[in-house]
């Protein structure tokens, strides 16, 4: 059974940084391409980065690539989420999934799902 995992949520404050890692059981995450997702209340899901398997390409959602960076790390089988200047905003929870290639890094895009890790920023 494929399951993604997600961890590194937390409550931070307006400015802040958090890490967040996807990590994966059942399969290895070099097959795979991966992308971070996230819903906020009352929103659609929404695509904020995704990274090739090979870590070759990569896609940021508009207003997130100056602050988040998307990394890898194939012998880890983990892929990470940096956010840094969080806002408001930028609550939400935040999901990984993983798909054989991405496209434009959309919920279409994506296979399997983890079940999300909570991000609040506040003061």
């Known amino acids: 059974q494929l399951q993604l995992v997600e961890s590194g949520g937390d409550l931070v404050q307006p400015g802040g940084s958090l890490r967040l890692s996807c990590t994966a059981s059942?399969?290895?995450?070099?097959?795979?391409?991966i992308g971070w997702f996230r819903q906020a209340p009352g929103k659609e899901r929404e695509g904020v980065s995704c990274i090739s398997s090979s870590a070759g390409r990569t896609y940021y959602a508009d207003s997130m690539e100056d602050r988040f960076t998307i990394s890898r790390d194939n012998a880890k089988n983990v892929v990470y989420l940096q956010m840094s200047s969080l806002e408001p905003g930028d609550t939400a929870v935040y999901y990984c999934a993983a798909a054989q290639d991405f496209n434009l890094c959309v919920f279409s895009d994506m296979d399997y799902w983890g079940k999300g890790t909570p991000v609040t920023v506040s003061s």
């Open positions: 059942g399969f290895t995450l070099d097959l795979y391409a």
